[in-house]
């Protein structure tokens, strides 16, 4: 699977985005797709991950915030972001894998796009 993360800009605190994962390859529909964030100078961590069931998970810091959802046929999955806060600023990055909040577990990894959010 191949997949292009777009979708990232520059936003006042309180704003929203909606981050789009593009994906290519016959195996999409049985991936899970994750988001994964990275800040400059921190770890990559898990924000959410959607199964090809559904089913969802949230990392606590963003959930009632973030929603995460998937459009198979599309083969896109999207990240919307609600009430976004200066420390949500980071690279969004999308993978496609096995549904967990380790990114080891995922194979296949978008190019990751940029979210700024200012005070």
């Known amino acids: 699977v191949q997949l292009q993360a777009s979708g990232g800009g520059s936003v006042q605190a309180g704003g929203s985005l909606r981050l789009s994962c593009a994906a290519s390859?016959?195996?999409?529909?049985?991936?899970?797709i994750g988001w994964f964030r990275q800040a400059p100078g921190q770890e990559r961590e898990f924000v959410a991950a959607?199964?090809?069931?559904?089913?969802?998970d949230y990392a606590d810091s963003i959930k009632g915030r973030f929603t995460i959802s998937r459009a198979t046929a599309a083969r896109t999955g999207y990240l919307h972001m609600n009430s976004l806060k200066p420390e949500d600023t980071a690279v969004y990055y999308c993978?496609?894998?096995?549904?967990?909040?380790?990114?080891?577990?995922?194979?296949?990894w978008g190019q990751g796009t940029l979210v700024t959010v200012s005070s």
């Open positions: 993978a496609a894998g096995f549904m967990s909040r380790l990114a080891t577990n995922y194979d296949s």
């Open positions: 390859g016959a195996v999409f529909s049985r991936n899970a």
């Open positions: 959607i199964m090809w069931s559904g089913d969802t």
